[in-house]
């Protein structure tokens, strides 16, 4: 199983709501990761886990909460967002935290904040 | 300047042509990645590398530590290689920083 699974693939959401990403990987991967995708832009580093610890966070405002419940999973909590923040939102895994491995993405979260 | 930087910005092609993509950078680097992402959203990876040459299939990545560049090539293309192909430098642990990408046409 070489997949990385994001859920929901589409997120339509009010500024007031709550909700919630996931992500989920079974390749024993230890490090995983949260981008932010513009259109036509590259991804954007948000927040990288590694070993189930918070490591990197790329001074995301704190209405983007990460959560790394397992190894296996890693959740975006969003709460009260700017319709600037609609964009494909894109986890990733890799092998360790160090350098040198191979990344895997998932499909993306489409996310229209209305 | 970017760290990354990726060209051409667009390049559009017939099928069967030779396709290559350029890609430099400034950082020093422990590998260099080459991906593919479909206009659903979802990125591959197609390679992974820190010296010399790979291929897997008709895709054919190279790289020149020395110069820093890197150039990714597609024998034969094909209608479905069209996608946005985008060149990251991996840095310091697992932080990959990411060149603007490529969007690749092949018409039929």
């Known amino acids: 199983d070489t997949e990385v699974t994001q859920t929901p693939k589409h997120l339509v959401m009010g500024m007031t709501n709550k909700k919630s990403l996931k992500c989920e990987q079974h390749m024993g991967h230890r490090a995983m990761y949260w981008y932010k995708q513009k259109a036509k832009k590259p991804p954007e580093l948000m927040f990288v886990?590694?070993?189930?610890?918070?490591?990197i966070n790329e001074s995301v405002p704190s209405r983007f909460s990460p959560e790394c419940p397992n190894s296996s999973l890693l959740n975006l909590h969003l709460h009260a967002l700017q319709p600037e923040d609609s964009a494909l939102y894109l986890c990733?895994?890799?092998?360790?935290?160090?350098?040198?491995?191979?990344?895997?993405f998932g499909q993306g979260t489409r996310l229209t904040v209305v | 300047k970017n760290e990354v930087e990726q060209s051409p910005q667009n390049l559009t092609a017939q099928e069967g042509e030779f396709i290559t993509i350029n890609c430099s950078y400034s950082v020093g680097i422990s590998a260099l990645h080459w991906l593919q992402q479909h206009p659903g959203g979802g990125i591959v990876s197609l390679f992974m590398?820190?010296?010399g040459k790979k291929k897997h299939g008709r895709l054919i990545a190279t790289i020149n530590i020395q110069e820093k560049h890197s150039s990714l090539h597609i024998t034969a293309s094909h209608p479905r290689d069209s996608a946005v192909y985008i060149c990251a430098a991996q840095t310091s642990g697992s932080r990959l920083t990411f060149g603007e990408g490529t969007q690749l046409t092949v018409n039929p």
């Open positions: 886990y590694s070993y189930e610890k918070l490591s």
């Open positions: 990733a895994s890799t092998r360790t935290g160090g350098g040198d491995t191979e990344a895997f």
């Open positions: 590398l820190s010296s």
